[in-house]
């Protein structure tokens, strides 16, 4: 039983956003140098992709708050306080890493052609209307996949007991014939 209430733990806990933002950044393996203009036409893409610098940020304000008291800081007046002094400006300064990053990992995917007909699309008025509402979006998503794995997780747990027992992995277990 316990084995089986650890995995659906780890299971739930991919979908939790306290311990996935408690797990520290795994760097990732070195790889060879995107070109340069393609490197360039992501970052413009992406950036069109964020939409506004000072909205995003500010959409990022509400959700710090619960980090902050998820983390030990249980008086929202207190993590609010912590938000607007030392994250949300932390958050600011280092923006453009986090262009950079997504643009790396937007150059290794996809190719030039594609970059720039995203970008296109993020210039009309609908691609604004998106990016403007993608951090309330991925609030959503982030919610629903909360919602689907804890409804999922009891069926998920029923069947990880049988199939550690049937594998015997249990304590003293041992396989069942088949």
């Known amino acids: 039983m316990r084995l089986s209430t650890l995995l659906v733990g780890l299971c739930l806990g991919t979908a939790l956003p306290g311990t996935v933002l408690a ?3 795994q760097k990732p393996a070195p790889a060879a140098a ?3 203009v393609l490197l360039k036409v992501a970052r413009e893409t992406v950036a069109q992709m964020q939409g506004d610098r000072a909205a995003t940020l500010s959409s990022m304000a509400a959700p710090m708050v619960g980090m902050m008291q ?3 800081i249980k008086e929202a007046d207190k993590a ?3 938000v607007q002094e ?3 400006p932390t958050l600011s300064a280092h923006y453009d890493e986090l262009l950079d990053i997504q ?3 937007f150059a290794t995917i996809l190719g030039k052609d594609d970059l720039q007909a995203i970008a296109a699309f993020y210039a009309t ?3 604004k209307r998106l990016a403007a509402a993608q951090p309330q979006l991925a609030q959503i998503q982030l919610a629903g996949m909360q ?3 804890q409804a999922v997780a009891p069926e998920m747990q029923g069947k990880i007991v049988k199939a550690v027992q049937d594998h015997g992995w249990g304590p003293g277990g041992q396989a069942k014939p088949k």
């Open 80 to 82: 609010q306080v912590l």
């Open 147 to 149: 919602q689907w794995m």
């Open 103 to 105: 643009a790396r990992g």
């Open 34 to 36: 995107p070109d340069p």
């Open 23 to 25: 797990q520290t950044a």
């Open 86 to 88: 030392v994250v949300m």
């Open 70 to 72: 998820q983390i030990g």
């Open 125 to 127: 008025p609908t691609g």
